[in-house]
């Protein structure tokens, strides 16, 4: 089992751009299926992107398509979230997720998805 680590959240004015890494411990990242959510104060837990263990399929919200882009590195143990035009309602906590029996056909529900990190917030200002 992974133990996701979130970075790179932080301030940001409307249209401007952040990147998001998530790097997971142990040796078995590249097994895992990984997925970014977030969370608004007083919102459930939101689907954003997940990517599966070679990075070739990738699934988005539609509310961040064409602004966000998933991307891995299994040699590094790392995920990336690069977040581009960025909008008051990105504005949350950004959670990184892993699970190895995750598939295509359920990576947008956070409850498949067994290890979490701790978040990193985004907040983004008009």
């Known amino acids: 089992q992974v133990q996701p680590v979130e970075s790179g959240g932080g301030l940001a004015q409307t249209g401007d751009s952040l990147r998001l890494s998530c790097t997971a411990s142990?040796?078995?990242?590249?097994?895992?299926?990984m997925g970014w959510f977030r969370q608004a104060p007083g919102a459930g837990r939101e689907f954003v992107a997940a990517?599966?263990?070679?990075?070739?399929?990738?699934s988005y919200a539609d509310s961040v398509k064409g602004r966000f882009t998933i991307s891995r590195d299994n040699a590094k143990n790392t995920m990336y979230l690069q977040m581009n035009s960025l909008k008051p309602e990105d504005t949350a906590v950004y959670y990184c997720?892993?699970?190895?029996?995750?598939?295509?056909?359920?990576?947008?529900?956070?409850?498949?998805?067994?290890?979490w990190g701790q978040g990193t917030q985004v907040t983004v200002s008009s």
């Open positions: 997720a892993a699970d190895p029996q995750v598939n295509r056909f359920d990576a947008r529900d956070y409850r498949n998805f067994g290890s």
């Open positions: 142990g040796s078995t990242f590249s097994s895992n299926y």
């Open positions: 990517i599966s263990q070679r990075g070739n399929i990738i």
